[in-house]
């Protein structure tokens, strides 16, 4: 089982930033691809906002390409998303989650899925 746990949302006004943090442990596992996931108000589904890989490949959404920055400390496995220029429609419920996660003992990766249980960013117009 891998625990994650975001921190770092809250309230900010339009065309300003927030940082959201989130910081992966377990007991079996020791490193992992991390990414963000939001959801909107309302909607069901969590779309996908940016992930970054072991390699350190970054992805990201077309809506916040050039907005956001997703960077990993890989020693602390912990991940961020540095938020700018921020927009009422990126008010939504953040999630960090990780889909492919990396055993130490063994030397091999798997494909188990696990979510934070989410940070709250309001941006106000």
């Known amino acids: 089982r891998v625990q994650l746990v975001e921190s770092g949302g809250g309230s900010a006004q339009a065309g300003g930033s927030l940082r959201l943090s989130c910081a992966a442990t377990s007991d079996t596992y020791c490193s992992y691809d991390l990414s963000w996931y939001r959801r909107i108000p309302g909607a069901e589904e969590r779309v996908f906002v940016a992930?970054?890989?072991?390699?350190?490949?970054?992805n990201y959404a077309d809506s916040v390409i050039g907005r956001f920055t997703m960077t990993r400390n890989k020693t602390a496995n912990t991940a961020s998303l540095m938020m700018t220029s921020l927009k009422s429609d990126d008010t939504a419920m953040y999630y960090c989650?990780?889909?492919?996660?990396?055993?130490?003992?063994?030397?091999?990766?798997?494909?188990?899925?696990?979510w934070g249980q989410g940070t709250q960013v309001t941006v106000s117009s």
């Open positions: 989650k990780t889909d492919r996660v990396y055993a130490c003992d063994s030397g091999s990766w798997s494909l188990f899925t696990f």
């Open positions: 992930s970054i890989g072991h390699d350190g490949y970054i």
